[in-house]
């Protein structure tokens, strides 16, 4: 399939990467003169020979029924319009996190992302924080869902601790007696306290 990322910046690079490696020709669509800056990282984006570079443009429409089949492009420098027949377009733009009101609240990084730890805790006893606006690296659905089940598991865990019951598992296999078998590291045991 032929495709265009659009965006542009170092969290594109491995977009770039990844798409050049799945489809037969990719246009990388940036508004400026270079999609990268690192020309060591550009050059290794390009090395496969599919990706084709639109420097100076910005996307226009997506043309298409039941199925994208084009995406129409604006030379931002003379105006031109040019259609790129595609079967899919990719958009990474990054992202600006929304923390302004947590600042003094939770402890944000320099990016004004809310540290969390691996529970998904902030720095505020029942304060949780999930998904793109944690410091987790990858931004991504699939991510954000597994980090929103681990804070709403905590949150739980931590209402019902302020209620007096305590809730936590322990998956350990030193602790599973298998019948014929020494205990000797292999079970499962759960843990209710």
């Given at each position: 399939?032929?495709?265009?990322?659009v965006?542009?910046?170092?969290?594109?690079y491995e977009n770039?990467?990844?798409?050049r490696?799945?489809?037969?020709?990719?246009?990388w669509v940036?508004?400026?003169?270079?999609?990268l800056e690192e020309?060591?990282l550009?050059?290794e984006a390009?090395?496969k020979?599919n990706?084709?570079?639109?420097?100076?443009?910005?996307p226009v429409?997506?043309k298409?029924?039941?199925?994208?089949q084009?995406?129409?492009?604006?030379?931002?420098?003379?105006?031109?319009?040019?259609?790129?027949?595609?079967?899919?377009?990719?958009?990474?733009?990054g992202?600006?996190t929304k923390?302004?009101f947590?600042?003094?609240l939770?402890?944000?990084?320099?990016?004004?992302e809310v540290v969390v730890?691996k529970?998904?805790?902030?720095s505020?006893?029942?304060?949780?924080?999930?998904g793109?606006?944690?410091e987790?690296p990858?931004?991504?659905?699939?991510?954000a869902?597994g980090?929103?089940?681990c804070?709403?598991?905590?949150?739980y865990?931590?209402v019902?601790?302020?209620?007096?019951?305590?809730?936590?598992q322990v998956?350990?296999?030193?602790?599973?007696?298998i019948?014929?078998?020494?205990?000797?590291g292999?079970g499962?045991s759960i843990?209710?306290?």
């Amino acid at each position: 399939k032929k495709v265009v990322l659009v965006g542009w910046g170092l969290h594109n690079y491995e977009n770039i990467v990844r798409l050049r490696d799945y489809a037969s020709k990719v246009y990388w669509v940036f508004p400026g003169e270079k999609p990268l800056e690192e020309e060591e990282l550009l050059n290794e984006a390009m090395s496969k020979g599919n990706v084709e570079l639109v420097p100076f443009s910005e996307p226009v429409e997506v043309k298409g029924d039941k199925r994208v089949q084009a995406l129409v492009v604006r030379n931002k420098k003379t105006g031109e319009l040019k259609t790129l027949e595609v079967d899919g377009v990719f958009v990474e733009m990054g992202y600006v996190t929304k923390t302004d009101f947590l600042k003094g609240l939770v402890q944000l990084n320099e990016k004004g992302e809310v540290v969390v730890d691996k529970m998904c805790r902030t720095s505020k006893p029942g304060i949780f924080a999930a998904g793109d606006v944690s410091e987790m690296p990858h931004k991504q659905a699939v991510i954000a869902a597994g980090m929103g089940a681990c804070a709403a598991l905590s949150a739980y865990a931590y209402v019902m601790e302020k209620r007096g019951r305590k809730v936590g598992q322990v998956a350990d296999w030193r602790h599973v007696e298998i019948p014929g078998k020494k205990k000797e590291g292999a079970g499962l045991s759960i843990k209710l306290r």
